[in-house]
């Protein structure tokens, strides 16, 4: 196939540089408040990447900085083992091979489905590559319809079609699953990583959904405030969340101090605290299903609000002030307003985490490198 890219990481036993590599990144607009602060990771060749967090957390200024649309305040970037952005060195946009796919696809609306495919090449440039990316992404036939003639799933496979052409060392997602129906969503989803792997190409996507980011990504970074909570396997970011911010935000999980968790355990449970090497930053995991719920009418918690999820119940419950949410079966059926007894499920084990306010690291600027 000569339209691959070859994308091995390690060979023979030799551990190849990282393809992606971000050194102690800082940013800011003009005399705002820091939007990215000391953004440290790496990402190897063919993976792709998740960025997740919530609206405004600094996601898509990264990926802009990475692209080269904007300067750094502070330090590197340096893709295939080439500084893009450095205090010594600075790279066009145009000369880093990378290619970008914008959350509204940013298609040219004069121009059919086969000239947007092939904007970014030269004149004299081969289009069979275009050709290959078309029916791959199951666009063959439809080369002469322009925008508005095609869906909103064909126009995102345009999209992506077009940064692929010009074949990008990285591609750079934004957004790229937000404009789109559910089903159309799901599709397009699952399709991505099988497209990348056929182009060899490494990506970073930006998401604020954790089961977006979760189910197709091979490493998750989670980001809030523009600081740089976690980056791991999806499996282990689920196991073994870093902060409270990333329990909450990604699992959806509890995040109990010490006084608040005693109201929860039973007489039988009180020694699984002891010994623990917990501080006044820790706190304790609670997940969805570690909690039990039971109608109680002289119950200390009431039932806020429930949701129905299809085969279980996502109750939110107040205890004293305490806000809890909580999954259980279709059989524990209590309606809002009740009153409710809370227990810990008896099989329950610790799980210290790091519950510290994670506030901004810096207030002023960091030094320049000499």
Known sequence: MPFLRGNSGRRSGLTLAPFLEVKEL????ASSDWTLQNIDFSLETGQLLGLLGPSGCGKTTLLRLIAGFERPSQGLIAIAGREVASPRRWLAPERRQVGMLFQDYAL?????AWQNACFGLKPNADRGRAQWLLELLGLKGLEQRYPHEL?????QRLALVRAL???PQLLLLDEPFSN????VRLRLRAELPRVLKECGVTALMVTHDPEEAMAICDQVAVLCDGLWHQCSPPQQLVAEPATSFVARFVLQANVLQRHDLCRLLSAQQHHLLEGSDDTKQAAWLIRQDDLCLRSEPAGQAHV???EFLGHEWLYLI???GLRLRLRVGLATDISPGSRCALSLRAD???QLIDGSAWESIATSPPIPAA
């Open 165 to 167: 052409v010009p074949q």
């Open 180 to 183: 789109l129906d559910v089903d």
């Open 26 to 29: 800082w940013h800011r607009y």
């Open 151 to 155: 869906s909103g799933g064909q126009r």
């Open 108 to 112: 040219f609306p004069h121009l059919t």
């Open 318 to 320: 107040e205890l004293e």
């Open 304 to 306: 806020l609000s429930r």
């Open 348 to 350: 329950w084990q610790p």
